[in-house]
């Protein structure tokens, strides 16, 4: 197997009326072009491995361990991609089609910077190798829709242009580009009046999350756009419309690679590309409308009526009951044998015919301009200091979980617990006699100090479960704007803690206002503040106790069991249940919290 370096040129081309820029200017703007001079993207003799690593621990150390004293990599790694040649010129869709495990979606992201590992070969852009900077330059749509669900589609896209897009470029163009893009992408009818209440990401239709998505790339212009799978779970019809938004994007002169399963006959011809992987091996590359015309040239027919992308579906899988085969492969009467017996001849004659002219093509593409090749090299520093981002990701936060924060249920869970606990200790009186009361040996406590401990479980137990499920839920959202260099990861920290720390402080005050006065608390200035300070400090500290763990475990079933454990933890040392530990270690924190608060 060859290991010719892996070469993808990105088109430069996109918005129309894009500025030239120097190199000083701006990364996310490219530098216009005219089409003719524009080198396609290449790519060649791909190779990717994974390390296979069984689910049980105790296997997976001892196949390590007999790995590395055989040398052998070949039983504990696992070959995706064996060798893949391909290219695509700018203004193109090529598309990525191929059975599930044939290695499509890997290629889309070793193609995007978005996966690391055993690749063998050089990337590089416009003859210029991968570097972190240049995924700004490269949009990626992942097959999941990414999305805040609690955001509309027009606050999806304003807050990204405000952190993606250039300082330099002021805020009414930001918008008039997010404008632009709505246009663009049919997504008008979220902008009407009744936005408020179906316009939410979460109630939008599939095609209109993928469309949103797709708005949510194209805002810094790429000039490479992948998509995974985009037209998974849409009907034809949905299907037929964003592959039509794609030819427009084409249009402006991006280069656009899409991996896609088994397209409409429509679909299939919308297309200017193929490339048809089998096995982790290219058994076809060229144009869609000469793939039929390929194959029956090699005796590959269908017999039964059936759509292109179905039959060469059916090659690349095996699957070949209903195909003429050439007379010179009638061998295995197995058809699982038969069917590897097809695929391997594909990929031979692939590897004899096809590649050969591919390389050659990849050989005298022409070379980007030299001033391209520099402004690509140049280091990309963050588009906003960390003021500015703190403040537009604090408002975004913000708008994404008020919803969640101005839930009446909240307010009612707050206010209904407080109502009750004040009616259950209403205008307790307790006199220093009744403070401690000695019955057969026992210590029983008075009642404040049930009221002051259950404040303090209560207040604990909610925010401590409410931050540790923050982090785990917005892993993937995390992951993705970290990707793109959207911010900084101390920007998104800071931001989500103090926003978290608005709702974790509001109710606890509204909480104690009803309680405090019902319970009969010490009625003094000092001791009411000095009480509702102790709360918020417990919920403060409740709070970073969770992130901690959502951060550290990163896992929402996993964070739920740990803050259990921690809150059983504080339960048992929180000085009610148990007074005296092993060595007289006196637990009694409740103690001046309870006596500046009984009356």
Known sequence: MSSSPLLVKVSQEGFAGRQKTSSSSSFLFVLPFDPPDCPGPLFEDVEYK??????????????????????????????????????????????????????????LKILGGRLGGDIKGHISYNDTPYTPSLKRRIGFVTQDDVLFPQLTVEETLVFAALLRLPTNMPKQQKLSRVDTIIKDLNLERLMSANQSRWGFVKGISGGERK??????????????LLLDEPTSGLDSTCASKLLMILQGLAKTGRTIAVTIHQPSSRMFYMFDKLLLISEGLPIYHG??????????????????????????????????????????LRGSPNPEEFGMQVIKFLQ???????????????????????????????????????IEQFVILSKRTFRERSRDYLDKLRLAQAVGVAILLGLLWWKSKIGTEAQLRIRNGLILKSNKIGLIFYICIFWTSSSLFGAAYVFPFEKLYLVKERKVDMYRLSVYYASSTLCDMVAH???????????????????????????????????????????????????????????????????????????????????????????????
Request: proline content about 5%; glycine content about 8%.
């Open 287 to 328: 144009k869609v409308r000469e793939s039929m015309q390929y194959f029956s040239t090699l005796g590959f027919v269908p017999e039964i009526a059936m759509s292109p992308a179905e039959f060469l579906l059916d090659l690349a899988s095996g699957h070949v009951e209903d195909i003429n085969i050439p007379a010179t």
């Open 348 to 386: 031979w004659k692939y590897k004899s015919e096809i590649e050969p002219k591919n390389k050659e093509v990849n050989n005298q593409a022409s070379k980007a301009p030299g001033d391209l090749r520099l402004a690509i090299q140049i280091k990309k520093d963050w588009t906003m200091n960390w």
């Open 505 to 599: 402080i509001f109710y606890p005050i509204i909480f104690m206002l009803i309680l405090y006065f019902m319970a009969d608390l010490r009625r003094t200035v000092p001791c009411f503040f000095l009480t509702v300070f102790a709360v918020l400090l417990i919920v403060i500290t409740s709070q970073g106790t969770g992130e901690l763990l959502g951060a550290a475990i990163l896992s929402v079933k996993k964070a739920g069991f740990m803050a259990s454990l921690v809150l059983m933890l504080f339960l048992l040392t929180g000085g009610y249940y148990v007074q005296l530990l092993i060595n007289h270690v006196d637990f009694s924190p409740l103690s001046t919290y309870q006596n500046s608060c009984d009356g």
């Open 211 to 224: 469309r949103t998505s797709i708005g949510y790339e194209i805002l810094v212009d790429p000039s490479l």
């Open 50 to 107: 994974v390390k296979v690593i069984p689910k049980n621990p105790i296997k997976a150390a001892m196949v390590s361990t007999i790995s590395k004293l055989r040398m052998e990599q070949g039983r504990s790694h696992k070959q995706i991609l064996k060798g893949i040649t391909g290219s695509v010129g700018p203004g193109e869709i090529l598309a990525l089609m191929g059975p599930s495990g044939s290695g499509k979606t890997t290629l």
